[in-house]
């Protein structure tokens, strides 16, 4: 990973940049091959189809040449030789955690990992480097037969559910950091919802990355049987170094006829981790699929929420928002695939670019030939905040069906003179109006958001739009 | 960069997305430049009566070449054309303060298996006229490069109408406008069975103000990818991009827009609009609105898209009047086509194009 003197000056006061030492039971040397792979499959006892998978996938990555869209020459900085692929800190997944490792424990206390369990989670996983560390889940709902695990304890535990469903949405070919994520996934969460079951507190997983220079690569399967419902919610931080981390994670859902599943994201890496994320559900008859996806970290991010529609009747959403301050580039967007009549869709984006930061908006609708009376509909605003700021929107509509109904709209704008005024006249600061603004501003994503983390979006925001006055 | 020294181009690159470089080059063999014939020119008045005065086609000489074809230096369609057009270019010159009072209608006449046009566009500062450039002609493959630029405070109407029959057509506009030019461009697309249309126009000068229409009539088997780019790069500068096309068959329309406002394009004020009629289920529309937006101190910056079918309420409320169905399907038709095309000039300039119009819809519809 190319070395970044100015990294600290560039992730400035990030919150979560603490660090603990490194106190690994298992660490790789930097650097991939064919034997990593074999060696991280075997580490974890996987049964002989992963291992294959793994290394075919590996293969592709080692052949697939780097995307030639987006940001190239941020991409091109990623050294793949100098990550460390697997580094595992706690010899096993603990129930309880006073089990934690200390030093684990200590961090994720930090982050308010086990209070916000007893307040209001069903489940919690917490996962810290390349394994989950902590694992919990609320005795209901395991009697009623909801299966929450990290990934690598769902391959041991319910192999041929795995087997099934596995690289079933997003193949390993589908992308060159879907293959990488293959090669190399470990941790994650397998989530099992029985038919009909509603979750109805939202389940947890939280993803810190660490050590320096360390790739993460989690995995998450989430299967929502006819009639279920579910709400899952991620968050992720980093520590600040002065080299990059990468991470690459690979999120598959199923949502079975009728089922409803909503997966929450608030990402908010250090900005010197590169967050190159494949997301993808499929929605079978009447199903509804939400992403919730608030982008806030990360030095690039390239992340595109997807929904193939393949059922009659069946409902996309995708809501995200993205924040793109000094040196970092939020290549975000959503991607939902019309494929079964009488299917509908609505994306919200909303952007904002500050302190030169850049904020893209990349998304695909598509309407199949087969696929009657379909409605479609797209927004996207953004707002630059200062000069030297930049915000794109590269969107596709491809419409095949003449019965389809589709409206997008974007607007690019700045912070109006008017509204800051109408603040400041009201007691005000300039500062407060502004940040009383961006809130509102992204107040679509943060009403959807459980109280807790709606409540940490705001206070974020309002730490980043310190100082942007004067 | 000349031609034979750029790379094919990818299908990754959303401009040849849809249609690859292969489909467009007249043999699909990559470093081939195949001879062309030059097209055929001529210019008249659109009205009985009319004058041209000052305005002149001539051929362009080495100093037109270096002061007005300096678009798409290593865009591969710029450099492909001016390759096949072999060195030759006319130029359409506009005296400076020249006012037309009716339309010049330029028409440009394709014979041959292949032909090729080098135009270069010379407006002169505060010149004032509209200009009707009609492309036609039973050529299997037809290249025009469009280059020049608007002088400064001209106020200028250019609307081209594809009309080609059967063939191909790759058409590409670098076109920049000079200090508080007005200027609106028009595209009418009823011909050719595949045209690759990448027109682009670039405000470098403060104050100038930029429409571009599109009406688009697609039938049968066609294939209409259209590109259009506006670059922001001076303060004050305002445009509108507003698309309409009709689907129909099995063909596939797409249009693509880019509006870029750099850094230093305080008070831009830009918005693109792409609509979509699909008329048959096995007709396709692909829109693509992008806009990169570097400068805060805008205006605004929207775009948006619209596809959908002919409206049952409209169609009923016509039946009520006597319409039998196709007549109502046709009006409307018309109608979400005439939206763009009243926007593209004059009265005169608009009941001419309406009427180039629905001839071309009974024939190909």
């Known amino acids: 990973m190319a070395e970044n003197t100015d990294a600290r000056d560039a992730v400035g006061d990030y919150r979560y940049g603490f660090h603990d030492p490194e106190n690994h039971t298992i660490r790789f040397d930097s650097g991939l091959s064919e034997q990593v792979v074999r060696d991280i499959s075997a580490l974890k006892d996987e ?89 919990s889940i609320r005795e209901d709902l395991e009697e009623q037969g909801v299966i929450f695990l990290d990934m690598d304890s769902g391959l041991k535990e319910y192999p041929e559910l795995v087997k099934k469903w596995f690289c079933t949405v997003v193949p390993y070919a589908d992308n060159k950091f879907s293959a990488l994520n293959t090669a190399v996934w470990s941790g994650g969460s397998f989530i099992y919802v029985p038919k009909g079951v509603h979750v109805e507190m939202p389940v947890q997983a939280y993803f810190r990355i660490n050590a320096k220079n360390m790739g993460q690569f989690e995995r998450t399967l989430i299967i929502a049987d006819e009639g279920s419902s579910i709400h899952y919610v991620e968050g992720c931080t980093a520590p600040t170094y002065s080299t990059d981390s990468l991470h690459s994670a690979v999120v598959e859902l199923i949502a079975l006829p009728g089922a409803h599943i909503r ?116 927004v996207c605003d953004a707002l630059i905040l200062d000069e030297g700021s930049r915000s794109d929107t590269y969107p596709t509509m491809e419409i095949s069906n003449p019965t389809c109904r589709s409206e997008h709209e974007a607007s690019v704008s700045k912070v109006s003179d008017e509204q800051v005024f109408y603040l400041m006249a009201r007691g005000h600061s300039e500062e407060e109006a502004l940040a009383l603004i961006v809130n509102g501003f992204f107040e679509p994503f943060t009403r959807e958001l459980p109280m807790e983390y709606a409540v940490e979006m705001n206070k974020l925001m309002a730490l980043e739009m310190e100082g942007s006055i004067g | 960069m000349p031609y034979s020294e750029l790379e094919e181009p990818s299908r990754a690159d959303h401009l040849w997305r849809y249609t690859s470089w292969k489909r467009i080059h007249p043999s699909g063999q990559f470093h081939e430049v195949p001879k062309a014939a030059k097209a055929t020119l001529s210019l008249r008045s659109l009205e009985e009566g009319g004058k041209t005065d000052g305005v002149t086609l001539e051929v362009a000489s080495e100093e037109d070449l270096e002061r007005l074809a300096v678009s798409g230096s290593s865009d591969i369609s710029t450099q492909f054309l001016r390759a096949i057009a072999d060195g030759d270019a006319m130029v359409l010159r506009v005296q400076r303060k020249a006012r037309l009072d009716s339309p010049v209608q330029l028409d440009i006449e394709c014979e041959g298996d292949i032909c090729a046009l ?105 294939h209409n990818d259209y590109h259009v780019e506006i670059f922001h790069l001076a303060p004050e500068t305002y445009s509108r991009l507003n698309w309409h096309s009709a689907c129909a068959g099995k063909s596939r329309t797409i249009g693509t827009g880019m509006l870029r406002i750099e850094e230093g394009a305080k008070g831009a004020d830009a918005a693109q609009l792409f609509h979509n009629l699909l008329l048959s289920k096995d007709a396709e529309a692909d829109s693509i609105p992008e806009l990169e937006v570097s400068e805060n101190d805008v205006v605004g910056c929207g775009h948006g898209t619209a596809n959908g079918p002919v409206d049952d309420e409209q169609m009923f409320y016509l039946s009520t009047r006597g319409f039998n169905e196709p007549q109502a399907r046709s009006v409307l038709i018309a109608a979400h086509l005439n939206s763009t095309l009243s926007e593209m000039g004059s009265t005169v300039v608009h009941e001419h194009l309406l009427h180039s119009l629905t001839n071309d819809l009974s024939t190909i519809m």
């Open chain 1, 47 to 135: 049964p002989e189809w992963m291992t294959e998978l793994r290394v075919k996938a590996y293969n592709h990555f080692a052949n697939r040449p780097m995307p030639t869209w987006g940001n190239m020459s941020m991409l091109e900085d990623i050294d793949f030789d100098a990550i460390t692929y697997f580094l595992k800190s706690s010899n096993q997944t603990e129930n309880d955690w006073e089990d934690v490792p200390e030093d684990i424990r200590n961090t994720f206390d930090r982050l308010g990992i086990p209070e916000a369990e007893q307040k209001w989670l069903s489940g919690v996983t917490a996962q810290y480097e390349s394994e989950a560390v902590y694992h």
């Open chain 1, 263 to 378: 997966y929450s994201t608030v990402q908010n890496w250090s900005a010197n981790v590169y967050n190159l994320v494949t997301k993808r559900a499929v929605a079978h008859e009447n199903a509804v699929v939400e992403w919730v996806d608030g982008n806030i970290g990360s030095k690039l991010t390239m992340k595109y929420p997807a929904v193939i529609l393949k059922g009659e009747g069946a409902h996309a959403e995708v809501i995200s928002v993205a924040y793109s301050g000094k040196g970092q580039h939020q290549d975000a967007g959503a991607k939902i695939h019309h494929l079964a009549s009488n299917t509908t869709s609505k994306i919200l984006s909303k952007s904002i670019s500050k302190d030169g930061g850049r904020g893209s908006y990349r998304g695909m609708v598509q309407v199949s030939k087969k696929a009657q009376n379909c409605k479609v509909n797209v």
């Open chain 2, 118 to 222: 080098h135009l270069l566009v010379d407006v002169g500062d505060m010149a004032e006229m509209e200009l009707i450039t009609r492309i036609s002609g039973n050529a299997s493959w037809v290249g025009i490069l469009r280059q020049g630029r608007f002088g400064d405070g001209c106020n200028f109407n250019d609307v081209v109408i594809n009309q080609i029959g059967d063939g191909r057509i790759l058409r590409t506009d670098g076109l920049y406008l000079g200090r508080d030019a007005q200027i609106r461009c028009g595209a009418i697309g009823s011909g050719s069975s595949r045209c690759k249309s990448d027109l682009r126009y670039t405000m470098d000068q403060s104050g100038s103000s930029l429409k571009v229409n599109g009406s688009i009539l697609s039938a049968e088997g066609m």
